[in-house]
């Protein structure tokens, strides 16, 4: 049992850290942090045409915005789309939409999970807005700033002072009692 334990050993690939690359036949997805993801973010690397760069952020509530703000034209070539708190929108719809304004170098960054995203997207920025992160205080022209080689990504502008203006006690919900009180005590966020 042990030669067998040890030859495993030997076969397994090497651990990645917190912050590495991970690489796979076709590209790799990054964990990067910084302003505007304090508790990380993932992005898939090989869908950028840059590996540093900076730009002026678009912010939407809701996936179906971003696509109506897209065609109305408030998004530019190189801009930043910030989609935030919509768990239920599709990517590469808005991907699609920023093609067929025949937009380049466009970036999509959301606190939602950007499963099967196929452009440059970075998804699952922690804390999330409804937590109350960096990202509920983006607001449109704030400089987005992505280094992909370092692991960062900032927003250059001053979100506590945004938080502090807008700070307000959230309300407490009254769930009653039974189930739906105890999930509302315990539940978390995902990346915890």
């Keep these: ?7 495993n050993r030997q076969n397994a690939a090497p ?3 917190a912050g590495d690359v991970v690489r796979s036949a076709s590209g790799g997805f990054a964990i990067l942090h910084g302003a505007l ?15 540093i760069f900076d730009g002026p952020a678009r912010v939407f509530e809701s996936g179906a915005e971003a696509i109506s703000g897209v065609a ?8 930043i789309v910030i989609v935030r708190g919509d768990e239920g ?5 808005i991907q699609s939409a920023v093609e067929a304004a025949g937009l380049e170098r466009v970036t999509l960054i959301t606190d939602a999970a950007a499963r099967d995203a196929s452009g440059a997207v970075i998804g699952h920025v922690a804390p999330s807005a409804a937590a109350r992160g960096p ?5 449109d022209d704030d400089i987005i700033h992505i280094d992909l080689t370092s692991g960062r990504i900032d927003v250059m502008a001053d979100i506590e002072l945004r938080r502090g203006v807008k700070a307000q006690k959230p ?3 009254v769930f009653g009692a039974g ?7 315990l539940v978390t966020a995902a990346h915890k």
């Excluded at 049992?1 to 030859?7: G, L, R, S, T």
């Design 89 to 93: 929108f599709d990517a590469d719809v």
């Design 135 to 139: 990202i509920a205080y983006v607001n």
């Design 179 to 185: 189930a739906l009180q105890k999930y509302a005590r």
């Design 1 to 7: 049992m042990n030669a067998i334990a040890n030859m």
């Design 37 to 51: 993801a304090p508790e990380g973010c993932v992005a898939r690397i090989d869908a950028f045409e840059e590996t």
């Design 171 to 173: 309300g407490k919900a």
């Design 72 to 79: 109305a034209g408030r998004v530019r070539s190189c801009d």
């Design 15 to 17: 651990y990645h850290g």
